[in-house]
């Protein structure tokens, strides 16, 4: 595990290469990152290994670091989403992910119709009442706990790894909604009864219903960052 000292370096440099503060084609002297940072060489070359298995840097031998272009990065990274979501590319990333999710997410809700264990659609009901309850408040943060809990599980209720490996995206992509004031300051209602009625679908086992339902979903989700994409950031 890396240590404290290179997730700091790690987050500080990769940020800026991905913000463009640091532009593709530049490139950088271990030394330099050394004297920028402060920490010690073995640190900084931890953190250019975890940059370079994401695709965000190469070291090369007699010319040092060079800042790749993001045509080479590792897009699924959870760094890079997060990093993207960060920086002025947030409403093309929200984009992008929520194309992800409109093909990810029917499939998983059908899978967990059929494949659901009896803890974990309770886990997925749950969620779908609690964020009925603070949507009505409204909580944004503790709507935003509960909605990362239903489609994490759901996803991972889906009894697909690969499908419950990509959670994390969804996460970023709702936290980040919340955290950049790109929530309404009330939860949409329709979302959240469709949230409910696929709870109830998952609970006795209709895929299709599921599957229809969370498409609804993602649907309206993806129209709702289309309408922010087309409208400059704040």
């Known amino acids: ?26 490139v950088l002297l271990l030394d330099d990152l050394i004297e920028r940072t402060g920490v010690s060489r073995t640190v900084a070359r ?7 298995a994401q695709g965000l840097v190469l070291p090369r031998r007699h010319v040092g670091i060079e800042v790749l272009g993001a045509e080479r990065w590792d897009h699924l990274s959870e760094n890079v989403v997060r990093w993207r979501l960060d920086s002025p590319q947030r409403l093309d990333v929200l984009h992008e992910i929520s194309q992800v999710r409109s093909s990810i997410e029917p499939l998983a809700a059908g899978l967990a119709a059929a494949n659901a264990t009896a803890e974990q659609r309770q886990v997925i009901d749950e969620a779908a009442l609690g964020m009925q309850h603070t949507g009505a408040i409204p909580d944004l943060e503790a709507y935003l ?4 809990v239903f489609h994490r599980t759901l996803l991972q209720a889906s009894g697909n790894p690969m499908l419950a490996s990509l ?29 409910r009625r696929v709870a109830e679908a998952i609970a006795v086992g209709d895929a299709a219903a599921a599957r229809a339902r969370m498409r609804a979903i993602v649907t309206e989700a993806v129209d709702a960052v289309d309408e922010m994409v087309s409208e400059p950031l704040s």
């Open 1 to 26: 595990m890396a240590s404290a000292l290179t997730l700091k370096v790690l987050d500080e440099i990769g940020r800026d290469i991905v913000a463009g503060t640091i532009p593709a084609g530049s």
């Open 46 to 52: 931890d953190a250019v290994k975890v940059l370079e």
């Open 145 to 148: 706990a509960h909605d990362i």
């Open 167 to 195: 959670a994390y995206l969804v996460e970023r992509v709702l936290d980040a909604r919340t955290h950049h004031h790109l929530m309404p300051e009330r939860p949409n209602e329709e979302a959240i009864r469709l949230h």
